[in-house]
Nanobody
Framework: QVQLVESGGGLVQAGGRLSLSCVAS????????MGWFRQAPGKEREFVAV????????YYADFVQGRFTISRDNAKNTAFLQMNSLKPEDTAVYYC?????????????????????WGQGTQVTVSS
């Protein structure tokens, strides 16, 4: 079992930045692909970014447009999501997720159904 705990959310003005962290416990995450998802009120959960375990390849949702950076520190058992140039439409609960499975196509990681472990989420609110 892997337990994930997100932190770093908060209230920020448009154009600001936040850095989210996802600390894992129970197992080391060096062989887990880590993803970030978000869910805004009244909307379905959507993919934000993913970093694979094998080569630390990174993939992002189109709406990120170079504003976010996903990274990982296996020694600290932590994944990160640096968010810059935040927009009001980025307001959502952000979730960290992990999967030990490897998929050939990166698009497979865009579905929340591919992940086995989830954190409780951290609220990000961007004011205009």
């Amino acid at each position: 079992q892997v337990q994930l705990v997100e932190s770093g959310g908060g209230l920020v003005q448009a154009g600001g930045r936040l850095s989210l962290s996802c600390v894992a416990s129970g197992r080391t995450i060096h062989s887990y692909t880590m993803g970030w998802f978000r869910q805004a009120p009244g909307k379905e959960r959507e993919f934000v970014a993913v970093i694979t375990w094998s080569r630390s390849d990174t993939y992002y949702a189109d709406f990120v447009q170079g504003r976010f950076t996903i990274s990982r520190d296996n020694a600290k058992n932590t994944a990160f999501l640096q968010m810059n140039s935040l927009k009001p439409e980025d307001t959502a609960v952000y979730y960290c997720a992990a999967t030990p499975r490897t998929y050939y196509f990166d698009t497979y990681y865009y579905s929340d159904q591919r992940y086995d472990y989830w954190g409780q989420g951290t609220q990000v609110t961007v004011s205009s």
